[in-house]
Structure formats: C-alpha cells, structure tokens
C-alpha cells in the first residue's frame, strides 16, 4: 500500500492503517481494514479510485454499515468512506439532490420539514443515501426505486456516469450498483409537493411504529444507541 499512502498525503486525503471495522458497522464486529480512506469530494475519490486501479488493491465504499457483516480476519485492501461534500443535500422545486454520505433519516425528517412528500418510508432506515440506493433500501409499502431519478456514480476508471433509475434495474433490496464496481457520488430524488404538517404527521407515526415493534435499547443489528438518537430526532 505503500504507492497509495504516498498518493493520498500528497493529495491531503485523510486516512487510516490497519483500522478495525466493527467500529464502522453496526453488528459492532469486524476486524481491521488496511486502509480506511475518508474522500471529500468528486476530485479525492477519483484520486483513490485510480491509484488503487493502478497499485492493483481492492477496495470497497461503506456507508454507515447498518447492512454489513464483516469477518473477524477483516479486509485487505482499502476501504472509502464518503465525507465531506458528500454529507449534504439541497432542496429544490422537484426533490431533492443529496450526498452519498448523506443520512437517509435526515434526508426524510428535512424533506418532510421543505413540504415535499416521498421519504417518510424512509425515517427510521439507518444508513447512507448511497447505501440506500446500492440496497433499495424501503419499508412501508415504498423503497428508494418509487422516488430516484439519476445517479451520479463512478466507475472502476475514476470518470464519472450519470446513470437514470431505470439503468439501475432495482429488485427487492437489489440494484445495479451492487453487480458493478460503481461508487454512487450522488443522488436525485424527485418528490412532490405536500403540507408539511401532514408529511411530518406520517414520518412520526412510521417513526412511532419503529420503537413500538422493535427493540431499540436492546442489542441488535444496529447500534440501538445511535438509531435511538436518531429516531429522537424526528
Ligand atoms: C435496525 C435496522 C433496521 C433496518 N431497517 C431497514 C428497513 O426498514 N428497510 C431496509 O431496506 N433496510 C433496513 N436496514 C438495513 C440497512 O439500514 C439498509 O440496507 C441501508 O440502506 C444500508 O445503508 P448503509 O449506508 O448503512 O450501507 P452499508 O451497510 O455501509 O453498505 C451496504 C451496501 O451498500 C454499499 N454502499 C454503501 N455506500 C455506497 C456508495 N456510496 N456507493 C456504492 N455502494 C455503496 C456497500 O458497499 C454495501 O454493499 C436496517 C438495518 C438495521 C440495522
């Protein structure tokens, strides 16, 4: 790894060695990575990808792991976390442009909140906005393929594809994301317009139905806390 390490420090991209992932996964298992990479924009991940591409390392992209079963023996070779400029998401006249790093709780509390109706399925699901579309992450009768419209992914080159939803072939908890070495950048939802009230009203009652029906203070697939503190958000 020697050739990317010295890659990333010219590039000031943050990182850690030999970094253990139950920390990064909500099973609280999982041993050590080689290399935890932390991009903060299009340009660091392009960077990332095309150094590992040429230092032939493998790697992978997580997002909060709420979906993700890690071996004891860990991963050799690098794994990249998005944050940074991935961690945002802008509101417009039709939905909603959001970061792959992205909290997809978040997204549904502030989307409920800007009046637009789409993502209250999707208030107690404790991932990322790109772990959400790499998985269809749904519940209640809607998933994430009734409300995506493009995605900016990038490919094992490092170059950038938009791809529409329908490239995305989405199954049950399926999409081409997880067939293709594509690393999902960004998202756009399209959503319509409703009363915030009432939008707010039906992301509470999902959220309500959540901490009835499952057992949050209890050990679990996801760290009860943070799911906790999230759901005490809403
Ligand atoms: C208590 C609990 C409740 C849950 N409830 C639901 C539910 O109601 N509905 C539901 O659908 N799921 C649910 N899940 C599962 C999980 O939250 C979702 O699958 C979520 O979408 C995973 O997002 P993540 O960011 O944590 O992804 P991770 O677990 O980090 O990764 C999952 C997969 O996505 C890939 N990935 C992550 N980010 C990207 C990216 N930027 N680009 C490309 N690939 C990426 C990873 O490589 C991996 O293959 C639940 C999980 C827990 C623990």
Request: aromatic share 8%; glycine share 10%.
């Amino acid at each position: 790894m020697k050739e990317v390490i010295s890659a990333l420090e010219a590039a000031s991209i943050s990182y850690t060695t030999n970094t253990p992932l139950h920390t990064y996964t909500t099973w609280k298992i999982g041993g050590p990575c080689d290399l935890l990479v932390f991009p903060r924009t299009i340009e660091e991940v392009s960077l990332c990808v095309r150094t590992l591409k040429a230092a032939k390392r493998p790697w992978i992209v997580i997002g909060k792991g709420s979906n993700l079963l890690v071996s004891d023996e860990g991963f050799r070779g690098a794994v990249l976390r998005l944050s940074g400029a991935f961690d945002s998401a802008t509101f417009g006249g039709d939905g909603v442009v959001a970061g792959a790093g992205f909290s997809l709780i978040t997204l549904s509390l502030q989307a409920a909140k800007h009046g637009f109706i789409g993502l209250e399925f999707a208030s107690g699901i404790p991932g990322t906005v790109g772990g959400a579309v790499c998985m269809n992450a749904g519940a209640h009768g809607s998933d994430i393929s009734k409300i995506l419209s493009q995605v900016i992914v990038m490919n094992a080159h490092g170059d950038l594809v938009t791809l529409q939803a329908t490239d995305l072939l989405f199954g049950y908890r399926d999409s081409e994301i997880q067939h293709n070495p594509w690393i999902v950048l960004e998202a756009t939802f399209s959503l319509s317009h409703g009363e915030p009230s009432v939008i707010s009203e039906k992301t509470k009652m999902f959220k309500e139905k959540r901490v009835r029906t499952q057992p949050l203070k209890q050990h679990s697939a996801v760290c009860s806390e943070i799911l906790y503190r999230c759901l005490q958000r809403l």
